[in-house]
């Protein structure tokens, strides 16, 4: 049973920089066929696709964030991270990490999530 | 980006029930439609896959219809844990979206 856990700050300040790691048990994440994926949801409201990145390291970004996501893996580890630059209030959510599983593209396992708050 | 339209927004309803969701993309996606389950506080959970694929462990009064721009989830015979908030995310195209929710209550 694959299990995904995401941890990091819970209280970041405005205009720095959130930073999320998701730690993967229970299966190898260099296995083929998934890609690591953020999702975000804004209190009381919807998700969002953040991102996702294979083990090889190939990256895709939802565009609305493009230019403030750095998605990593570190396949030694068995995790990969979230990096979002520039934060404001806009960005307080809970943020899950999921994999997907590639061809349907699903999120199959997700992580608890943990809320993100940003606040000086 | 493709816009997913979930109706209705929120829905009563008793247990032993059958509801139907119904969810729209605002262009072709095939069958590139997965649906989820979201509790409260909670992770969503993948209920169906490719539009009617049933995701391994999920009870077989979930069922998934449709291809194209239009899909339905339909619980037969509603029981009480399945009161909860349920996700129809497209798979077709990067950025996947999802619908903005269609919130199950009880009646």
């Known amino acids: 049973q694959v299990q995904l856990q995401e941890s990091g700050p819970r209280l970041v300040k405005p205009s720095q920089t959130l930073s999320l790691t998701c730690a993967v048990s229970?299966?190898?994440?260099?296995?083929?066929?998934?890609?690591w994926s953020w999702i975000r949801q804004h209190p009381e409201k919807g998700l969002e696709w953040i991102g996702y990145i294979s083990y090889s390291g190939n990256t895709y970004y939802n565009p609305s964030l493009r230019s403030r996501i750095i998605i990593s893996i570190d396949t030694s580890k068995n995790q990969f991270s979230l990096k979002l630059s520039s934060v404001t209030a806009a960005d307080t959510a809970v943020y899950y990490c999921?994999?997907?599983?590639?061809?349907?593209?699903?999120?199959?396992?997700w992580g608890q999530g943990t809320l993100v708050t940003v606040s000086s | 980006d493709i816009q997913m339209t979930q109706s209705p927004s929120s829905l009563s309803a008793s247990v032993g029930d059958t509801v139907t969701i119904t969810c729209r993309a605002s262009?072709?996606?095939?069958?590139?439609l997965n649906w989820y389950q979201q509790e409260p506080g909670r992770a969503p959970v993948l209920l169906i896959y490719?539009?009617?694929t049933l995701q391994s462990g999920v009870p077989s009064r979930f069922s998934g219809s449709g291809s194209g721009t239009d899909f339905t989830l339909t619980i037969s015979s509603l029981e009480s844990e399945d009161f909860a908030t349920y996700y129809c995310?497209?798979?077709?195209?990067?950025?996947?979206?999802f619908g903005q929710g269609t919130k199950l209550e009880i009646k």
């Open positions: 490719a539009a009617s």
């Open positions: 229970g299966g190898s994440i260099s296995s083929g066929g998934y890609y």
């Open positions: 995310q497209q798979g077709y195209s990067i950025p996947f979206t």
């Open positions: 262009q072709y996606i095939s069958t590139y």
């Open positions: 999921a994999r997907l599983i590639n061809g349907y593209n699903y999120f199959d396992y």
